[in-house]
């Protein structure tokens, strides 16, 4: 005699539906988790001092003083930018060295990174055609230092790496990462919160250093007529038409007043 014996229930294999399950709440905890101590690293930020943020400018600040090229032009941009350190409030230059680095390369940009080092190309000197704007855009990278956005996103990145790492079992994944640093430092995008927070803040200096706010959006209104590929400047920025709206508006609310502007130092134009 033979006898049916059905296959139990708690063998059968996981149905599509029940893996499909399974990987959907392991992907959101893993989300979730990120998201949490990328809010933890954006609070922690604020708790780093000056002097631990300078000694993580001492991996970075060194390959581009290699590059640039101390000189009239670097002493000039460094003037212009001890002008506008001296509006800012004595908190914010506690602990504090900001200086530009001037590079005498092509590319169009200007980036801050930590160590309180400014980076301006010669590219985007030879883009502006007023000191106003040149300062506009200084005021703008201090900016970042203030609300802190270079180590927020750097500490971002070496969170995803951290991550990377920890999945794949290689360690060495995240300790390439902080070679690689400069390269996160110099390809740094910042959100739409972020740049208008930092454009706020460079509207405000140019104001106090000059009475007015002139010459604030001609920079980006002529960035809007370059070709984007060719210009680092607007691979790492927002889109200059959306940027000029932004800065016309705060302009507006604000009530600055718009006066004349004043032409670059005469060692900016060789």
């Not at 079992?169 to 990462?177: E, I, K, R, T």
């Not at 009475?211 to 400047?233: K, L, P, W, Y």
Request: a neutral charge; charged letters at 20%; proline letters at 5%.
């Amino acid at each position: 005699m033979s006898f049916y014996s059905p296959q139990s229930s708690k063998n059968a294999p996981p149905s599509n539906r029940q893996i499909l399950i399974v990987i959907g709440l392991f992907t959101t905890t893993v989300v979730l988790i990120f998201y949490l101590l990328g809010l933890l690293i954006n609070n922690l930020i604020w708790l780093v001092p000056p002097a631990l943020e300078q000694k993580l400018g001492a991996f970075i600040v060194p390959v581009y003083e290699k590059q640039a090229q101390p000189s009239d032009v670097q002493n000039t941009l460094n003037q212009l930018l001890n002008r506008l350190e001296n509006n800012l409030p004595d908190k914010q230059k506690k602990q504090r060295n900001y200086q530009v680095l001037y590079l005498p390369e092509s590319t169009v940009n200007a980036l801050a990174i930590p160590g309180d080092k400014i980076i301006i190309y010669r590219g985007l000197l030879e883009q502006v055609e007023s000191e106003n704007e040149l300062m506009t855009i200084l005021g703008h990278e201090l900016g970042h230092f203030v609300h802190r956005d270079h180590l927020r996103n750097l500490g971002n990145a070496l969170l995803l790496r951290l991550a990377i790492a920890y999945f794949v079992g290689d360690f060495g994944v995240f300790q390439s990462a902080i070679a690689t640093s400069v390269q996160t430092i110099a390809n740094a995008q910042y959100s739409q919160s972020q740049e208008t927070q930092a454009d706020r803040f460079g509207l405000d200096l140019l104001n106090k250093t000059y009475g007015h706010v002139g010459g604030a959006t001609i920079f980006f209104e002529r960035m809007n007529q370059q070709d984007r590929q060719n210009i680092s400047f607007l691979s790492t920025h927002p889109a200059p038409a959306k940027r000029v709206k932004a800065l016309q508006k705060i302009i507006k609310e604000d009530n600055y007043k718009i006066g004349k502007l004043t032409p670059l130092p005469e060692v900016l134009l060789e």
